[in-house]
């Protein structure tokens, strides 16, 4: 079980049902990533940092993140 993503969970108190469906997924399932239950993949989590204008994003969802999305790696030599 991943850790409480405690970002998604506080965006998840005050959003709207039109923000929810942003995401691709149902509120329900967007709760269980955020105590950690459930992994999204990589569609859903950058729909949820779409949605959440990336107060949560594909980095914090992810662990495998750099291998999914290396162009997010801030530590490249340019």
């Known amino acids: 079980m991943r850790p409480k993503n405690t970002k998604l969970l ?6 709207d049902d039109k923000s929810v469906a942003k995401t691709g997924t ?4 967007l709760r269980a990533i955020g105590y950690g239950y459930k992994t999204p993949g990589p569609e859903i989590a950058s729909a949820i940092e779409l949605a ?3 107060v949560v994003t ?7 993140w750099l291998a999914i999305w ?9």
């Open 10 to 15: 506080v965006w998840l108190k005050s959003a």
């Open 52 to 54: 959440t204008g990336a």
């Open 26 to 29: 149902t509120r329900s399932y």
């Open 58 to 64: 594909r980095k914090d969802l992810r662990d495998d």
């Open 70 to 78: 290396p162009e997010l790696n801030n530590n490249q030599a340019a």
